[in-house]
């Protein structure tokens, strides 16, 4: 499958996938729980559920909620933290083959270079991804990546303590013009962007007259973002240098071609690991034999040639 093979350019060298398919951050637990369901090894990467220095509780429930395609989700960035993550899942976790992407969610520019000097030293971790796009927390996430300058502080500051690690930077879609965000990240020093977290969504019952999620608001992800989602990746795609992931209702080969085509250089599955957990160990294979009926040579071919 050399084909499928994807040499990412990045200030540091070139970050390579044996293929494209990434697990999304948040859909994929800390990547050994989904072991079981197929071989990790078969991943271009995987990225973990967001890690916060000390572990949180997440939002109350209840969190999630199902549309009429796809799902509504405040999570809050429940995680184990840090020092347990790295103590208990990084070693679990294959060291060849798949890469390993640790997302990273902080309240503050101190805990966000305090966690990148701490996973730039972790064995096995080959990339950062910084959470600026959680709608979900009171504090952080959205509030950062909302805002050009504050996204930039915290992209240069991720950077700073990064040593040898690319860093992707990932944005939201809940803003009016997303270039700007991701043209300031780019100034900024990040490697990569992972386009796009969710979108800012609701849900009610008319029986029980309550909101669906005990925060009220959630974030949308599943095919229903899909258009958004290639919307943002295209746009950023044209807007700045640096190579742009997507992600956003990706659940076939065919989405990861309408992707690659649009200017992604690689993709992250979410929303379809919780209908379908073993499907994403299946997509590389499926992938590659959509190009070869398509008559594609390589990701890097097709990459972009949307006429
Ligand atoms: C339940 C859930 C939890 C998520 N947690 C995170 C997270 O911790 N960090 C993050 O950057 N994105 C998180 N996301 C966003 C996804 O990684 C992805 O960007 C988004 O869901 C769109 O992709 P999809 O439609 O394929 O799910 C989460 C999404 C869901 C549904």
Redesign the pocket.
């Known amino acids: 499958m050399g084909k499928l093979a994807v040499n990412i350019p990045w200030s540091g060298g070139e970050f390579r996938l044996n293929n494209p398919v990434l697990a999304?951050?948040?859909?994929f637990g800390y990547g050994v729980e989904f072991a079981s369901y197929g071989p990790l090894e078969a991943l271009g990467g995987l990225?973990t559920?967001?890690l916060s220095l000390r572990p949180m509780p997440g939002n109350p429930m209840p969190r999630?909620a199902e549309t009429p395609c796809?799902?509504l989700?405040s999570?809050g960035?429940q995680?184990c933290g840090l020092e347990r993550f790295m103590r208990e899942y990084l070693p679990r976790l294959p060291r060849n083959g798949p890469k390993i992407i640790a997302?990273i969610?902080a309240r503050n520019l101190a805990d966000f270079s305090e966690l990148a000097a701490t996973l730039s030293r972790a064995p096995g971790v080959a990339a950062l991804?910084v959470?600026i796009?959680?709608p979900n927390v009171e504090a952080g996430g959205l509030l950062f990546g909302q805002e050009a300058r504050a996204a930039a502080g915290v992209t240069a500051a991720v950077k700073k303590f990064s040593g040898d690690l690319p860093v992707l930077v990932?944005l939201t879609p809940n803003v009016t013009d997303i270039t700007e965000i991701a043209r300031a990240c780019a100034d900024a020093g990040a490697d990569m962007l992972?386009c796009?977290?969710?979108l800012s969504g609701m849900g009610v019952d008319v029986r029980s007259r309550r909101f669906l999620l005990a925060r009220r608001i959630g974030?949308l992800?599943?095919?229903a973002?899909?258009p958004v989602?290639l919307r943002c990746v295209w746009q950023v795609a044209q807007a700045v240098s640096i190579p742009v992931i997507g992600?956003?209702?990706?659940y076939t080969a065919e989405d990861i071609l309408e992707f690659i085509l649009v200017g992604a250089w690689a993709v992250?599955?979410?929303?379809?690991n919780?209908s379908r957990p073993d499907r994403i160990f299946a997509l590389p294979a499926e992938l590659s034999a959509l190009m070869d009926e398509l008559d594609i040579a390589s990701c890097a071919a097709f990459r972009g040639t949307l006429a």
């Open positions: 999304a951050s948040g859909t990225v559920k967001g999630i796809g799902m989700n999570i960035l995680n997302n969610y991804e959470n796009s959680c990932k992972s796009i977290n969710t974030g992800s599943g095919a973002v899909k989602a992600v956003g209702g990706i992250q599955i979410g929303t379809a919780f």
